[in-house]
């Protein structure tokens, strides 16, 4: 759908480099990013931050069962990542094998392509991420 | 001023099939395929990677073993011929993904297999002019060949990238030498799925006369000789035409096999030379000179001769892993699942 673009365009710089948001009042740091500081309110100064693209699975499922659109992509992990800052992301993992996903595995961020929903349609690029040795 | 690579990274997709695997579906003698190419499997890119993804993947390597800001590079230029677009820079979306944006010039390049090549000389001439401080140069293909040709069995996927500049090379680029005319040996129509290629006259009047043209006119106009180079690379879109090439020219086979890797991963096209050049970076040392000869069918050669400096040695200098590495951490697989992977089913 050509009415995604505004969408996927406005995403580019979380979904490419994992941009997100700190708070110089707490220094707590959010993905994605976000407007307003949950801890400090109108105390709160949030400004961009790339986040870490290293981390651990949390935790993770594996689909069988997809979505319009990742039809092809079955079987595959999906995962809460839990970045070296302590924030937590959910991703679909690549190019692991099932038996190298476990809670604690160390992850790393890759770009693929994350959807496309007809030939003639713009690509939607972003994170996933794979299980390190 | 002394140009030359600041840094360099290459991404090879994790899968790989294997010719036998290829040539079983279409009944053919499997040994005499792989004999033949001098390829025994090749790097698949996944369904969810493409010339892009990869392109991406092999700059934020090639920044990180720069030791540079991404914000400082002013141009970056993609070579490839399976872009995901038709019309749509894949070099904007590499700018974005590595924050290089917005305050660069980016294009991509086609030239067959040595647009990556190219892309290089074009950094070169803009850092040493000092129109910009670093420029990044990738060759990422994820190349197809038509199922039961010759491609099929050798067409790979794979790309590097290489941050090209004056401060603290770890390899200066001391001449560079094109060699050019109108070759008709392989190409791909507007709209074609698959290239055609014209068989074995993709030899003797294209690959060898543009090759062996452009590394003779480097070495003529630089006044050198085989025996003053450590390593060469030559473009590999079969295991034997490198062998073939530095023969003639009169270099030892041992100095081409570091950096020849099409029998392990294909002829990934834009990529092949340059992930070549990336796995002799992996092991040269200070001093090590090495002749690099691209070719692109159409058709032409760039070469280059580049002397490794004692910067090569310093911490995090090399990419973190090497190209060897990469190949080494597969996952083969078989026809049907290549086939789903590279969209070659019907009504995907």
Redesign the interface.
């Known amino acids: 759908m050509v009415g995604t673009q505004p969408l996927i365009w406005r995403r580019i710089p979380e979904r490419y480099r994992l941009h997100g948001s700190k708070c110089l009042t707490c220094n707590a740091e959010f993905f994605p990013q976000r407007q307003f500081c949950p801890n400090c309110r109108r105390k709160g100064k949030l400004v961009k931050e790339h986040m870490p693209m290293d981390g651990t699975i949390y935790s993770y499922t594996y689909v069988h069962s997809a979505p319009e659109g990742f039809e092809y992509h079955v079987p595959y992990f999906m995962a809460i990542i839990e970045l070296k800052n302590g924030v937590r992301l959910m991703s679909q993992l690549a190019d692991s094998e099932p038996e190298s996903v476990k809670i604690n595995a160390s992850v790393r961020m890759v770009f693929r392509r994350v959807h496309e929903s007809e030939a003639e349609e713009a690509i939607a690029y972003g994170y996933k991420f794979k299980v390190v040795d | 001023m002394t140009v030359g690579i600041i840094g360099y990274g290459t991404s090879i997709p994790?899968l790989r099939i294997k010719v036998e695997e290829i040539a079983s579906v279409w009944g053919k003698n499997a040994e005499r395929v792989s004999s033949g190419l001098g390829i025994k499997e090749k790097a698949v890119a996944?369904?969810?990677?493409?010339s892009?993804?990869l392109a991406?993947?092999s700059a934020?390597v090639a920044i990180q073993s720069a030791g540079i800001r991404a914000q400082d590079i002013g141009a970056i230029f993609v070579g490839s011929e399976s872009k995901?677009?038709a019309v749509?820079p894949t070099a904007a979306?590499v700018a974005?993904?590595?924050?290089a944006v917005p305050d660069l010039t980016a294009a991509d390049f086609e030239f067959a297999c040595k647009a990556g090549t190219t892309a290089i000389q074009c950094c070169m001439g803009l850092s040493a002019s000092q129109y910009i401080q670093y420029g990044l140069a990738i060759g990422s293909d994820t190349a197809q060949g038509r199922p039961n040709d010759a491609l099929e069995f050798s067409a790979g996927s794979g790309a590097a990238a290489f941050v090209i500049g004056t401060e603290k090379p770890i390899a200066e680029i001391e001449a560079t030498f094109s060699y050019t005319t109108d070759t008709p040996d392989f190409w791909r129509r507007q709209h074609a799925e698959f290239p055609r290629h014209a068989g074995r006259f993709t030899a003797g009047p294209a690959y060898f006369k543009h090759t062996l043209g452009a590394a003779n006119g480097l070495m003529n106009k630089l006044g050198t000789q085989p025996k003053d180079y450590a390593f060469a690379v030559f473009h590999q879109p079969n295991g034997k035409f490198p062998y073939r090439a530095a023969s003639i020219l009169g270099f030892e086979k041992e100095k081409i096999e570091s950096g020849l890797l099409t029998p392990m991963i294909g002829n990934t096209y834009s990529a092949a030379t340059l992930i070549g050049l990336s796995a002799v970076l992996d092991i040269a040392k200070p001093g090590d000179r090495i002749l690099v000869t691209s070719y692109g069918s159409g058709a032409g050669s760039d070469a280059f001769s580049i002397t490794v400096t004692k910067e090569i040695t310093k911490k995090a200098r090399r990419q973190p892993v090497p190209v060897w590495e990469q190949i080494n951490n597969k996952?083969y697989v078989p026809y049907a699942i290549y086939a789903?992977h590279r969209k070659k089913l019907k009504g995907?």
């Open positions: 994790k996944s369904f969810d990677e493409d892009a993804t991406v993947e934020r995901p677009y749509k979306i974005e993904a590595v924050a996952k789903k995907m």
